[in-house]
């Protein structure tokens, strides 16, 4: 069965320094591969996926994230946060493999972004 | 604007009765879940249902029942039976092909007094 590591509970970092979210799946011969962010007391909104192609891909505010398959990681990546950026963010499977009907989710990590 | 929505955002139950979460959605998805986030726990997948009339136990089903009457509609009622129902409760949905992300509602908290 897949399932997804975050290897970090909680985040803290300085505002405008760089951070790093570290994901690992298990392997399948073909996944895709998403990061989601929940605000407090919300839903959780698509930040970016990775379906096939390039191996980086990148949202709109920011964030960007590497499928390396050798490694069988999807680390999410900002190169300066903002304080708005404090949220709980989750890494996420899909199995194309076996319909891919369910989504496995990572435990999540809490990035604290102070001032 | 398409989405999903979930009522009540807050909800307060007594122990000992059943309660039903609403979720709707007007995307025209064929596929609706929920799950329930406690802290430090990530998601767990409650119930998922891929098409009208069908619907499947995801890991921690047991004190939990589900319907889907309607594409649109796919109801979460939390039974007596469900030993720690306080949580966050989310419902989701997803177009047809593991490509496609879930979109989620904003969810709703229950509280068991």
């Known amino acids: 069965a897949q399932s997804v590591t975050q290897l970090d509970s909680q985040v803290p970092v300085f505002e405008e320094a760089p951070v790093e979210l570290r994901c690992n799946y298990s392997?399948?011969?073909?996944?895709?591969l998403f990061w989601y962010v929940q605000y407090p007391n919300q839903g959780l909104q698509l930040l970016l996926k990775y379906l096939s192609g390039s191996t980086l891909v990148k949202s709109i505010n920011g964030f960007e994230a590497e499928f390396n398959k050798s490694q069988t990681s999807f680390h999410l990546r900002k190169p300066s946060v903002h304080i708005s950026d404090t949220a709980e963010y989750f890494c996420a499977v899909s199995d194309g493999d076996t319909g891919g009907f369910k989504t496995i989710f990572g435990a999540g990590t809490r990035l604290f972004v102070k001032a | 604007d398409g989405g999903i929505t979930q009522s009540p955002k807050y909800l307060f139950r007594k122990e000992g009765q059943n309660v039903t979460l609403s979720c709707e959605q007007n995307l025209n998805h064929d596929a609706m879940y929920w799950y329930r986030q406690d802290p430090g726990q990530g998601l767990r997948l409650i119930y998922y249902?891929?098409?009208?009339?069908?619907?499947q136990k995801g890991d921690i089903a047991e004190g939990y029942s589900v319907s889907r009457e309607k594409k649109e509609s796919f109801p979460l009622t939390v039974t007596s039976a469900q030993k720690n129902p306080t949580a966050f409760y989310l419902c989701a949905s997803r177009d047809r092909g593991p490509y496609n992300e879930q979109f989620f509602g904003p969810g709703t908290r229950l509280t068991v007094l």
């Open positions: 392997s399948s011969v073909s996944v895709y």
């Open positions: 249902s891929q098409i009208v009339n069908d619907f």
